[in-house]
T-cell receptor
Framework: KAGVTQTPRYLIKTRGQQVTLSCSPI?????VSWYQQTPGQGLQFLFE???????NKGNFPGRFSGRQFSNSRSEMNVSTLELGDSALYLC?????????????FGPGTRLTVL | DAKTTQPPSMDCAEGRAANLPCNHS???????VYWYRQIHSQGPQYIIH???NNETNEMASLIITEDRKSSTLILPHATLRDTAVYYC??????????????FGQGTELSVKP
């Protein structure tokens, strides 16, 4: 079974631009979560989508948004990019939502904001 | 969400067992203990999880104390490829509490020849 895939793998943007990242979950998985990893803050939860609905949201500004499609694929969008948004963005999928279900991570998208 | 405490770093000789401790003294009855690891700049890799019983899979064993306030991840025969940051996480089990993982700083395990 194919794992979680994320596109693109690397991205360079400039301040003020916006960016859209894509995540395809493992086949059959209905929950997709997004995380941001930076050297200073570590791994931080952004949001979770399940059955096209946002189930949970981390402590990030409204510039960070996401959505999930009927085939469970998910996208996240960051508007008005800031230098501090440079990070590794990770997507994870699980069969269902809730703590009984292990999350499997993709390789991440490395975003650099200049 | 319950917090976890892990040593920042540990060393282990190749071929020996690596025992990684985690303290989660405020864990509540419905919270699971999860372990992930992250090899430099890759996505975290799921290792194992448990509620109150000890668990074993092809990668590792998870030993949870009877009072559930601490646990130990055991890699039975560590190899150089096990060098990574290991995260111990507790998660609510209920469906309506969502699926977020709260990562701490983890333990940086160095396996040495």
């Amino acid at each position: 079974k194919a794992g979680v895939t994320q596109t693109p793998r690397y991205l360079i943007k400039t301040r003020g631009q916006q960016v859209t990242l894509s995540c395809s979950p493992i086949s059959g998985h209905r929950s997709v979560s997004w995380y941001q990893q930076t050297p200073g803050q570590g791994l931080q939860f952004l949001f979770e989508y399940f059955s096209e609905t946002q189930r949970n949201k981390g402590n990030f500004p409204g510039r960070f948004s996401g959505r999930q499609f009927s085939n469970s694929r998910s996208e996240m969008n960051v508007s008005t990019l800031e230098l501090g948004d440079s990070a590794l963005y990770l997507c994870a999928s699980s069969l269902e939502t809730g703590g009984r279900n292990e999350q499997f991570f993709g390789p991440g998208t490395r975003l650099t904001v200049l | 969400d319950a917090k976890t405490t892990q040593p920042p770093s540990m060393d282990c000789a190749e071929g020996r067992a690596a025992n990684l401790p985690c303290n989660h003294s405020t864990i509540s009855g419905n919270e699971y203990v999860y372990w992930y690891r992250q090899i430099h700049s890759q996505g975290p890799q799921y290792i194992i999880h448990g509620l109150k019983n000890n668990e074993t899979n092809e990668m590792a064993s998870l030993i949870i104390t009877e009072d559930r306030k601490s646990s130990t991840l055991i890699l039975p025969h560590a190899t150089l490829r096990d060098t990574a940051v290991y995260y111990c996480i507790v998660r609510p089990g209920f469906y309506n509490q969502g699926g977020k993982l709260i990562f701490g700083q983890g333990t940086e395990l160095s396996v040495k020849p």
